[in-house]
Nanobody, 115 residues
Framework: QVQLVESGGGLVQPGGSLRLSCTTS????????MSWYRQAPGKERELVAA?????NYADSVKGRFTISRDIAKNTVYLQMNSLKPEDTAVYYC???????????WGPGTQVTVSS
């Protein structure tokens, strides 16, 4: 049974930091590209950061967020620094494989940046 479980979300003040974790099971973690998406109220879900052979980031988070993975723990992380109110969203973990095509999502974790 495939599972992706995000954790580490919460309420933080502007300028603060959070570290999100996505712990996975039920598939071969090392064979998948992993990414973080977010969705703010009334907005479409957007890519935040991805890690596979390379890493890439949305322009809005470059220099502030860092994605990493621990293959031994089947876990992907998102370190978020210098948080802004516009970072407020539900953050989702996603696993992708192209051959065969497979996509898995976690249920999400809420991040709220507010004073």
């Amino acid at each position: 049974q495939v599972q992706l479980v995000e954790s580490g979300g919460g309420l933080v003040q502007p300028g603060g930091s959070l570290r999100l974790s996505c712990t996975t099971s039920g598939f071969t973690f090392s064979m998948y590209a992993m990414s973080w998406y977010r969705q703010a109220p009334g907005k479409e879900r957007e890519l935040v950061a991805a890690i596979g052979v390379l890493t890439n980031y949305a322009d809005s988070v470059k220099g502030r967020f860092t994605i990493s993975r621990d293959i031994a723990k089947n876990t992907v992380y998102l370190q978020m620094n210098s948080l802004k109110p516009e970072d407020t969203a539900v953050y989702y973990c996603k696993a992708d494989r192209t051959s065969p095509k497979r996509t898995y999502w976690g249920p999400g974790t809420q991040v709220t940046v507010s004073s």
